[in-house]
Antibody, heavy 119, light 107 residues
Framework: EVQLVESGGGLVKPGGSLRLSCAAS????????MNWVRQAPGKGLEWVSS????????FYADSLRGRFTISRDNAKNSLYLQMNSLRAEDTAVYYC????????????WGQGTLVTVSS | SYDLTQPPSVSVSPGQAARITCSGD??????AYWYQQKSGQAPVLVIF???KRPSGIPARFSGSISGTMATLTISGAQVEDEADYYC??????????FGGGTKLTVL
């Protein structure tokens, strides 16, 4: 069974940093593109970033303006999101999501981790 | 940037057909995908590649594309279909794009 478990969320002050992790199990992690998707309270889904299986290609939403960095450690079956210069508008549930094997969409999601940016 | 536009809400009575639209300039060149999200839960894929249904998704869910409009149809909507629905696609730069979401009410 595919499992994606996010961790690392919490309360952080504006301008602060946070690193999210996603532990993957139940599938061959190093064969899949992985993604982060977020959802602000009461708002819609927003794609944040994706990283291909070997980290060859990385993509970010334009709205992030270089503040976030996605990475992965295939030896540890883990995905990460380093978030810097956090703003109130970054407050959201952050989901880890696996791409379908041939790409195009997300076929598995974690349950999410809440990040709250507030003073 | 590439935008997908959905109506904020759709309301139907149980047993009626519910149609949720998603307008995007890259359709039909790019595929449309649909996710269902119930309160407090992670999204669930209900349609992929415009009109294909994943295993386990009831047959009353279907998808179509006409021109620049993708449509999710729930034939004979049930109370348990009440949820937020999001269309999704990818732009030419491999970046993901979600529509704003449509709240479906069945009552």
């Amino acid at each position: 069974e595919v499992q994606l478990v996010e961790s690392g969320g919490g309360l952080v002050k504006p301008g602060g940093s946070l690193r999210l992790s996603c532990a993957a199990s139940g599938f061959t992690f190093d064969a899949y593109t992985m993604n982060w998707v977020r959802q602000a309270p009461g708002k819609g889904l927003e794609w944040v970033s994706s990283i291909t299986a070997s980290s060859t290609y990385i993509f970010y939403a334009d709205s992030l303006r270089g503040r976030f960095t996605i990475s992965r450690d295939n030896a540890k079956n883990s995905l990460y999101l380093q978030m810097n210069s956090l703003r109130a508008e970054d407050t959201a549930v952050y989901y880890c999501a696996r791409d379908f094997v041939t790409g195009g969409y997300f076929d598995s999601w974690g349950q999410g981790t809440l990040v709250t940016v507030s003073s | 940037s590439y935008d997908l536009t959905q109506p904020p809400s759709v309301s139907v009575s149980p047993g009626q057909a519910a149609r949720i639209t998603c307008s995007g300039d890259s359709f039909p060149t790019k595929n449309a995908y649909w996710y269902q999200q119930k309160s407090g839960q992670a999204p669930v894929l209900v349609i992929f590649e415009d009109n294909k249904r994943p295993s386990g998704i009831p047959a009353r869910f279907s998808g179509s594309i006409s021109g620049t409009m993708a449509t999710l149809t729930i034939s004979g909507a049930q109370v348990e279909d009440e949820a937020d629905y999001y269309c999704y696609s990818r732009d030419n730069s491999h970046k993901g794009v979600f529509g704003g979401g449509t709240k479906l009410t069945v009552l």
